[in-house]
């Protein structure tokens, strides 16, 4: 008991106490905001197209609902309205709701359609 005493009299100070630098809790990797661009980025391929397959006659102003498997997100696309025609180029702007895990967020949005049929992102910028 008195070899414990011993130790004990000798007391604990924080003052005296040493951060131990060597320890670890937890870290972020780089790669992080990596994947979230690539996520971002397929997500906007969903929406461009959702809205470039929409069939504007048939849906009366009616939102387009997309959804994407491959990173969880959903919303839909409002507002769409096209410009232009086949000789002077279609173009298709709109607005449209992103649901992920990151929260909900509007962005506004054009595609326009390229020289060889395909559509192109031309804007896509959060609101």
């Known amino acids: 008991m008195?070899?414990?005493?011993?130790c004990g009299a000798g007391g604990f100070s924080l003052e005296k106490a040493e951060v131990d630098r060597s320890i670890v809790t937890g870290s972020i990797s780089s790669g992080t905001n990596n994947a979230i661009d690539?996520?971002?980025?397929?997500?906007?391929?969903?929406?461009?197209?959702?809205a470039s397959s929409a069939d504007l006659q048939g849906l009366a102003n009616q939102a387009v609902p997309w959804a994407n498997s491959a990173t969880g997100s959903r919303g839909t696309i409002t507002a769409l309205a096209e410009t232009g025609d086949a000789s002077k180029g279609r173009c298709r702007q709109f607005d449209v709701s992103r649901e992920s895990y990151d929260g909900v967020t509007m962005y506004k949005g054009a595609i326009c359609m390229t020289p060889v049929g395909t559509w192109k992102t031309q804007e896509f910028k959060a609101l």
């Open 2 to 6: 008195l070899v414990l005493a011993g």
């Open 38 to 50: 690539t996520g971002m980025a397929s997500d906007e391929a969903t929406i461009r197209n959702a």
